[in-house]
């Protein structure tokens, strides 16, 4: 999991460092480069947002399932073990 995130935050900063290098370099007044500097910064953060909103309802998900899956397997050993109590 950490290599995947390491992964992840990786091209993030790549991809963000190259629009920052791209609106630098292109020819545009002072105002409307720091604008679209602004306005991609915001675009980026609401995706951050919304992927760690998502990652967090991912996650809840899988942890309900565990549990979920957990419980019905306590249940099915406990139900082996009275089983083989009553027999003996």
Excluded: C, W
């Excluded at 998502?54 to 139900?79: C, L, M, P, Q």
């Amino acid at each position: 999991m950490k290599n995947s995130t390491n992964i992840f935050l990786g091209i993030l900063g790549a991809a963000t460092a190259g629009v920052i290098i791209g609106m630098l370099i292109a020819p545009e007044k002072g105002e409307t480069l720091r604008n679209n500097i602004k306005g991609s910064a915001s675009d980026l953060a609401k995706r951050i947002t919304d992927l760690i909103a998502s990652g967090k309802d991912h996650y809840d998900e899988v942890k309900s399932t565990a549990i979920d899956e957990a419980n019905e397997f306590r249940n099915e050993a406990n139900n082996v073990y009275k089983k083989t109590k009553a027999s003996i």
